[in-house]
Structures are given as C-alpha cells and as structure tokens.
C-alpha cells in the first residue's frame, strides 16, 4: 500500500509553505508516504487542540523560544534531569510531526493551541544542511485561528482517505486503515 499512500505535501501558511526546500540548486515541492502525516496529525491533533499550558516553567514567545529554554535547564539529580527532558521530548513528539517525518526531508513544524488561534512555529535553518538541503522559508512563526487549522487538517486526512478507499487495489488494508484514522481523529 505504500504506493496508494505516496504523494506531494504543501503546508501554506499566510501564503508561505513550509516545506518546500532547494537541494541541488532545484526546488522541490515535499514527496513521501504521506501516511506518516496524516497517522500524525490524527493522533496529535486533540493534543494541539488543546489549551493545556506548556508543561514546563520557563518562558518564552512561542515554540521555537519555549524549547530553547527547556535546553537550559541544568541538574546534579538525575531522575530529575531525566524528568524534564522526558517532558520535553513527550511534548515536542505531540506538537512537532518530525519524529514521524521516516526519513523524508520533512521540516520541524510546531503547532500550539494559543488562545482562539494556532501557532505554526519553525527553525529549519540548519534541518538537514548535511544533506545540502535548504528550506525556502527556512524561520518562521503564523497564527491561524483555530476553526479554520481544524478544518483544513481535518479535511486534508479526509481527503487522504477517501482517496486512499477510491484508488487502494487492496480494499480490505485501505478499509482497516481508514477506520483506525477515523477513530483517532474522532476521539
């Protein structure tokens, strides 16, 4: 099914996609098995819905200075130093697709529920230099109103299923998929 689940990913916020990025002097639109964003966003969505506070004592802006932050912290006790990056790390896999990103050149994307809206929060300046990527827009951090995040993310993985049902040559595999995404995004 790995084929059915290929395609081409743009994430435009206030006209500006994220994960576009020049290898070789060529721009390129994201490719992957897109199953690994929507199997993503489906478990994570309620988290970035969500109006639960950072998890850890420090202060920042948003995302990008939230996390730097985190990197401060220092500790002669272990299970405490343990504790925080723990902590951290929990909250970086439920608000940043990267951990999921399976190889591809996905860029580190944060999303944060702040008040009504969504912050969409990114440092990709040095993500995959080793490998001669750069990211067109490679800093950056939008608002988008909750509603319309929810809509589009939401609509995005139904499409994806839809066409994943229409066009799988395995029916069965598509359907059991389709149901565990359905079930997920409903919770």
């Known amino acids: ?14 006209g500006i996609d994220v994960c576009q990025y020049k290898r070789e002097n060529i721009v390129t639109t994201f490719q992957w098995n897109l199953i690994y964003i929507v199997d993503w966003f489906s478990e994570n969505l309620k988290h970035i819905l969500s109006d639960e506070a950072f998890p850890l004592p420090v202060e920042g802006q948003n995302s990008i200075e939230l996390l730097d932050k985190c990197l401060l912290f220092e500790s002669d006790n272990d299970d405490e130093f343990d504790a925080w990056f723990d902590t951290k790390q929990e909250w970086e896999f439920s608000h940043s697709w990267f951990s999921n990103r399976a190889g591809s050149f996905l860029p580190d994307v944060f999303f944060r529920r702040v008040s009504g809206e969504i912050e969409i929060a990114w440092n990709n ?7 001669e ?3 067109i827009n490679p800093i950056g951090i939008e608002y988008i109103p909750i509603g319309i995040f929810d809509t589009i993310i939401k609509s995005f993985i139904e499409d994806f299923l839809d066409n994943l049902l229409l066009n799988s040559k395995n029916k069965s595999d598509a359907k059991e998929v389709h149901k565990r995404i359905k079930e997920l995004i409903i919770k």
Do not use: P, Q, R
């Not at 099914?1 to 206030?14: P, R």
């Open 1 to 14: 099914m790995t084929g059915e689940t290929w395609g081409k990913f743009e994430l435009f916020v206030h």
């Open 125 to 131: 300046e040095t993500t995959y230099s080793s490998e």
């Open 133 to 135: 990527i750069t990211f």
